[in-house]
């Protein structure tokens, strides 16, 4: 699977849009990019998932560039129930999910 | 939808003895099932995929016969923890392959 790089925290506002984002420079044509969450002690929660189209649901946005080399995780309206830490992956179909140290969000009042 | 539940949350047990961790998925069957472990500070580390039916596939590094892991239906897997030590306190987590893949909300073990 391809590898991910993501910056280790970042703060964001109550109210604003969260922007993450995430380097897969190395990904192949047939790996997805995932993002999934994990707020403190539970289990991660799946956010969205894409290949090459922006896909947008109830959670977030997710953007993928042209050349797919990199991502951005959008949340639109930033709570304080957004704090955790956010994990973007690479995986083709068929594959185990490979979780790295993710993004710390704090959201801040 | 797509609910994972594990039982318990939390466990403490002295160690030597052995611990049995519950996962299900109560909205969706699930052929594949996946067990993590996750340090404090630390990011998920996969242990095995499990599916339905038969054995278990171990990462390396992990010891089959500490961790056993049951898939007897396509609604449930267990992991044993056999004759535990202090060194594997951990938070545990399932997860299930639907649609995506969906964990559960962890199993804090505590081994004294």
């Known amino acids: 699977d391809a590898k991910t790089t993501q910056p280790p925290s970042m703060d964001c506002a109550e109210g604003r849009a969260a922007n993450l984002p995430c380097n897969h420079s190395t990904i192949s044509g047939n790996e997805y990019v995932y993002w999934y969450r994990q707020i403190h002690s539970q289990g991660p929660q799946y956010i969205i998932h894409g290949l090459k189209n922006n896909e947008t649901n109830e959670m977030a946005s997710l953007i993928i560039t042209e050349d797919r080399k990199s991502s951005t995780l959008i949340l639109p309206h930033a709570t304080l129930r957004d704090t955790a830490v956010y994990y973007c992956i690479v995986k083709a179909n068929d594959y185990k999910l490979s979780f790295g140290a993710g993004t710390t969000v704090t959201v801040r009042a | 939808g797509a609910v994972v539940s594990q039982h318990p949350s939390w466990v403490i047990c002295k160690s030597g003895t052995s611990v049995k961790i519950e996962c299900r998925s109560l909205d969706f069957q699930a052929t594949t099932m996946f067990w993590y472990r996750q340090f404090p500070k630390q990011s998920l580390m996969l242990m095995a995929t499990?599916?339905?039916?038969?054995?278990?596939?171990?990462e390396q590094g992990v010891e089959k016969d500490k961790f056993l892991i049951n898939h007897a239906s396509l609604t449930l897997s267990t992991l044993t923890v056999t004759s535990a030590h202090p060194e594997d306190s951990s938070f545990y987590i399932c997860?299930?392959?639907?649609?995506?893949?969906?964990f559960g909300p962890g199993t804090r073990l505590t081994v004294t």
């Open positions: 997860s299930a392959q639907g649609a995506e893949q969906y």
């Open positions: 499990s599916n339905e039916g038969s054995k278990a596939t171990y």
